[in-house]
């Protein structure tokens, strides 16, 4: 049996740089997967590609079982939370979803951009634009605009980045509400201590290559450090 999301020999150069080297990735319905690894890892460009977003140099994303770039479900089953927020600073908090809630064709747009309004804490700002909103305040709405059409594939890059300690634990909240077994989740985070709480598996990404994949025994810091260190050798 195929599994949700497949990521096969998946390469991508930027000019004389390999950012991922031939990464193989398996990614079961309802799981979900914390991506670590230091800065300059490839962990920005690997959820790019497999959220169909970056096209690689080699290789092929598969999302049930069909090339990511044929599949027609693709961008309506994945939320999907890049360093770009995607959001239109002259537009209000309220205008700004309700433009991706037309895009979704959502049956109760209404309904849905108040509660993920009401879920993030900006309720009350709903009717200012978001080019006064803070870095916090922005990385909530973004938040919010990935999770707004109920995506059954929600990959999440750095989402606790902003975000001062009572919105992060919001979202861990809402994050660790989603562990259903129905939804799939990938998100990749510096914050150990969250990842131990968010992610049933754990995979480590350095210089473009999969160092470890699986569930992890033991501190989660130390198995991290260790392989990352191991690399520097």
Do not use: C
């Not at 398996?26 to 096209?55: F, W």
């Not at 200012?128 to 305040?137: K, L, N, T, Y």
Request: aromatic letters at 6%; glycine letters at 12%; proline letters at 3%.
């Amino acid at each position: 049996m195929e599994p949700f999301l497949k990521a096969d020999k998946i390469t991508k150069r930027y000019s004389s740089i390999t950012a991922l080297n031939s990464i193989d990735l398996d990614i079961e319905e309802g799981e979900s997967l914390v991506l670590l690894g230091p800065n300059g890892a490839g962990k920005s460009t690997l959820l790019g590609t497999l959220a169909g977003r970056v096209r690689p140099t080699g290789g092929t994303v598969f999302l049930r079982g069909e090339d990511i770039r044929k599949n027609g479900e693709a961008r309506a089953l994945t939320g999907y939370l890049s360093h770009s927020s995607l959001l239109y600073p002259g537009l209000t908090a309220t205008e700004n979803l309700s433009l991706y809630a037309d895009m979704y064709g959502l049956d109760r747009p209404g309904e849905r951009i108040e509660e993920m309004l009401v879920l993030v804490g900006l309720w009350g700002r709903r009717s200012d634009r978001v080019g006064g909103f803070s870095r916090g305040m922005e990385q909530r709405l973004a938040i919010a605009r990935s999770m707004l059409h109920d995506p059954g594939l929600l990959i999440l890059d750095e989402p606790f980045s902003g975000l001062d300690y009572l919105s992060a634990r919001t979202l861990l909240e809402v994050l660790g509400s989603f562990r259903d077994g129905k939804r799939t989740m990938i998100i990749s985070t510096h914050d150990l201590h969250s990842a131990g709480l968010i992610g049933e598996q754990t995979a480590v990404l350095d210089r473009g290559r999969l160092r470890f994949r699986g569930k992890p025994a033991g501190d989660l810091r130390e198995l991290y450090e260790g392989l990352v260190r191991e690399d520097k050798v």
